[in-house]
Nanobody, 118 residues
Framework: QVRLVESGGDLVQPGGSLRLSCAAS????????MGWYRQAPGKQRGLVAA???????NYADSVKGRFTISRDNAKNTVYLQMNSLKPEDTAVYSC????????????WGQGTQVTVSS
């Protein structure tokens, strides 16, 4: 079993910054992908950014140039640095981890609320 714990969500003014963290624990295959997703009220959950254990990254177009995903493999922790936040970034942010052994495994955290408002 794998457990993911997010932290860092908060209320921030437009133009501000936040840093989210997500720590994974349990039986984790070393080759994996960790990602951040978000879901705003009335909308479907969508990918924000993802990073492989090798360091390759992928971003949603709406956050390119503003958000940066990084990870510490030794700590099985992924970070999301969010700058120049906009009201439309308001959502519940959840992290996940995916890896493949003889089966594909995906685990999710409980989510953390990010609210961008003046």
């Amino acid at each position: 079993q794998v457990r993911l714990v997010e932290s860092g969500g908060d209320l921030v003014q437009p133009g501000g910054s936040l840093r989210l963290s997500c720590a994974a624990s349990g039986s984790i295959f070393s080759r994996n992908t960790m990602g951040w997703y978000r879901q705003a009220p009335g909308k479907q959950r969508g990918l924000v950014a993802a990073i492989t254990s090798g360091g390759s990254t992928n971003y949603a177009d709406s956050v390119k140039g503003r958000f940066t995903i990084s990870r510490d493999n030794a700590k099985n922790t992924v970070y999301l640095q969010m700058n120049s936040l906009k009201p439309e970034d308001t959502a519940v942010y959840s992290c996940n981890i995916n890896f493949v052994t003889h089966l594909s495994y995906t685990y999710w955290g409980q989510g953390t609320q990010v609210t961008v408002s003046s």
